[in-house]
Nanobody, 120 residues
Framework: QVQLVESGGGSVHPGGSLRLSCLAS????????MGWFRQAPGKQRELVAA???????MYTDSVKGRFAISRNRGEKTCYLQMNALKPEDTAVYYC??????????????WGRGTQVTVTS
């Protein structure tokens, strides 16, 4: 079974910060890669950040230097710290996991997501 619960979104001004949290079932969380995705109106869902079981991280170019993904294995929680937020970061953010980035991206089951809105 897959269970994903995202939280931590909200409305902030440009330059603000938010920390997103993802609580996942063990079957999902123990996958090699866990990541955060976002989907903005009129856009396809895109991978924002990913972290491997070994702690290696990857980020899409638009968020490099501003976002940081981390993982707490004991608590089965993944986080996305978002700093220096920009209006273009506005989207619904989702977490998921998989053996590879491709497998994770193609997953059928997704959580409800958490809305991030950045406006002045």
């Amino acid at each position: 079974q897959v269970q994903l619960v995202e939280s931590g979104g909200g409305s902030v001004h440009p330059g603000g910060s938010l920390r997103l949290s993802c609580l996942a079932s063990e079957s999902i969380y123990r996958s090699n890669i866990m990541g955060w995705f976002r989907q903005a109106p009129g856009k396809q869902r895109e991978l924002v950040a990913a972290i491997t079981s070994g702690g290696s991280t990857m980020y899409t170019d638009s968020v490099k230097g501003r976002f940081a993904i981390s993982r707490n294995r004991g608590e089965k929680t993944c986080y996305l710290q978002m700093n220096a937020l920009k209006p273009e970061d506005t989207a619904v953010y989702y977490c998921n996991a998989g053996l590879t980035v491709e497998t994770m991206t193609a997953r059928r089951s997704w959580g409800r997501g958490t809305q991030v809105t950045v406006t002045s």
